[in-house]
Structure formats: structure tokens, C-alpha cells
């Protein structure tokens, strides 16, 4: 089975541009969930989406929007890029939200946006 | 803010040592989880501990967690160069949607 896709793998955008990052989930998972990783830190929580509804967000700006499509499958939205939007985006997916007890978080390979 | 903090930051042993890693976060929690990630690529999901567990062993490694001391340690037996990575302990509050990720302890294990 595919684990969790995710793309462009790399993306190169000035600022105050627009960028969509795509993810789709393992089969059969119905959460998603974005995380920013900023060089040298660990990666910070954004959005929770299950079942095409917003579960969760993290403390983001408005310029960071979100949606799950019918298939699970999500996308990140960064309108307005700033310099320090550059990080490696990781997209989770897992089979329930994350309120639950032991719901084990499966990461994909990241995006990795640059903004200059 | 992140919820976790690691120590130490970076830990540089030989291959066949053992490496402890620390994390300490600040509030209640539901369960520890600890994750790995290789040159900033996606995360993989190690070993989860939950609050009312003490010890947990997979394989090679061992997580031992003290909640009256809002603390974690990860120790990875016997090491070997493939287990240098970036390692990242993740703590989960309970009714939360979201995992809290502290800032990592970067291993380089010297073959």
C-alpha cells in the first residue's frame, strides 16, 4: 500500500505569491493534518481536517487556509508568501482525529518551499 | 510555542554505544510518542507511550516516562550509523487534535 503522498516535493515562490501544497492520505484514512517544519525546530501544528471538516488549527495567520476534498485528500493554501514561510510542510494522515486515544500519525515526505 | 523541549540538542557517539535522548514538556498529557527523520524528509513514528505507562521497549529501543516530572527519555541500544537522524519527541493532550513536537536531538553515530 502507498503511504502518504505528497507534492510538489519541492517548490521555489517569491513573496507575496500564492502556493497550494497537495496530500493524499493511506486508503482508508480520513484525517489530515499539515504541519510546518522551520529549519532546525520541530515541526508545528496548522490544520486537522476530518471528514472534509476543519478539526483543528494551530496559531497560523489567515493567509493559511485549508480543505479536505471528498477522496481525503487535502490542500495547503499560503496566500501573500513571506520570507519566513520557508519550511518543509509535512502533511499526517491517520484513521480517526486526533482526540482519540492512540491514533498513530503517518507523515509524508514534505514539501519543501522556498520563498525568496 | 512548542510544547517539548530535547536535550541535548546534538549527540555524537560511536558505533556499539548506547544514546539517551531527554524530553521534557509542560502540561498534561495523554501520550508521548517519539518520531525520527532523516535530513528534514518526513517523519517516521518510533514508539508511543501513554500516560499511566512508566516503560516501553522496541527492539533497540527504550522509553521511560515520568509524568510527575514532565519527562521522557529515548535510549537506543547497540547503535549503528544508520541511526543517525534528527529524533523528535511528541506529546498529545488529552481531547487534543494536534501533536506538540519539541525541537529535537540531532544523533550522528560514527561508524
Known amino acids: 500500500d502507498a503511504g502518504v503522498t505528497q507534492s510538489p516535493t519541492h517548490l521555489i515562490k517569491t513573496r507575496g505569491q500564492h502556493v497550494t501544497l497537495r496530500c493524499s492520505p493511506i486508503?482508508?484514512?480520513?484525517?489530515v493534518s499539515w504541519y510546518q517544519q522551520v529549519l532546525g525546530q520541530g515541526p508545528q501544528f496548522i490544520f486537522q481536517?476530518?471528514?472534509?471538516?476543519?478539526?483543528g488549527r494551530g496559531n497560523f495567520p489567515d493567509r493559511f487556509s485549508a480543505r479536505q476534498f471528498p477522496n481525503y485528500s487535502s490542500e495547503l493554501n499560503v496566500n501573500a508568501l513571506l520570507l519566513g514561510d520557508s519550511a518543509l510542510y509535512l502533511c499526517?494522515?491517520?484513521?480517526?482525529?486526533?482526540?482519540?486515544?492512540?491514533?498513530?500519525?503517518?507523515f509524508g515526505p514534505g514539501t519543501r518551499l522556498t520563498v525568496l | 510555542s512548542q510544547q517539548g523541549e530535547e536535550d541535548p540538542q546534538a549527540l555524537s557517539i560511536q558505533e556499539g554505544e548506547n544514546a539517551t535522548m531527554n524530553c521534557s514538556y509542560k502540561?498534561?498529557?495523554?501520550?508521548l510518542q517519539w518520531y525520527r527523520q532523516n535530513s528534514g524528509r518526513g517523519l517516521v513514528h518510533l514508539i508511543l507511550?501513554?500516560?499511566?505507562?512508566r516503560e516501553k521497549h522496541s527492539g533497540r529501543l527504550r522509553v521511560t516516562l515520568d509524568t510527575s516530572k514532565k519527562s521522557s527519555s529515548l535510549l537506543i541500544t547497540a547503535s549503528r550509523a544508520a541511526d543517525t537522524a534528527s529524533y523528535f519527541c511528541?506529546?498529545?493532550?488529552?481531547?487534543?487534535?494536534?501533536?506538540?513536537f519539541g525541537t529535537g536531538t540531532r544523533l550522528t553515530v560514527i561508524p
Open positions: 481536517y476530518y471528514e472534509k471538516e476543519e478539526r
Open positions: 486508503s482508508g484514512h480520513k484525517s
Open positions: 499526517a494522515s491517520s484513521l480517526q482525529p486526533s482526540g482519540i486515544s492512540y491514533n498513530e500519525q503517518f
Open positions: 507511550i501513554r500516560s499511566n505507562e
Open positions: 511528541a506529546t498529545r493532550s488529552t481531547g487534543a487534535n494536534n501533536l506538540f
Open positions: 502540561t498534561s498529557i495523554n501520550n
